[in-house]
């Protein structure tokens, strides 16, 4: 079965920066786009950054310019850099993808950020 795997949250200084990992297993990872959504306390689950299986990347305009999506279809894994982080990027972040139009999510990791 689909299974996500979300690592490398944690807590950072304002300003710092942070590498999340989501590790991909059950199907055929380099033919699926992979997402990286978020959801602060209160708040909705948003949309941070997509990549394509062509590696076309899109990104959310609060995250642009700090946050970089990369994958290794090799390693089955989509990652996240982060840096310039700010206090109001503090939230779960989950990975998502859909395959055979059937959605899928991680179980997330939670990034703080401090002021």
């Known amino acids: 079965q689909v299974q996500l795997v979300e690592s490398g949250g944690g807590l950072v200084q304002a300003g710092g920066s942070l590498r999340l990992s989501c590790a991909a297993s059950g199907y055929i990872f380099r033919l699926n786009a992979m997402d990286w959504y978020r959801q602060a306390p209160g708040k909705q689950r948003e949309l941070v950054a997509r990549?394509?299986?062509?590696?076309?990347?899109n990104y959310a305009d609060f995250v642009k310019g700090r946050f970089t999506i990369s994958r290794d279809n090799a390693k089955n894994t989509v990652y996240l850099q982060m840096n310039s982080l700010k206090p109001e990027d503090t939230a779960v972040y989950y990975c998502h993808t859909l395959v055979h139009l059937i959605e899928y999510w991680g179980k997330g990791t939670l990034v703080t950020v401090s002021s």
């Open positions: 990549i394509t299986m062509s590696g076309f990347t």
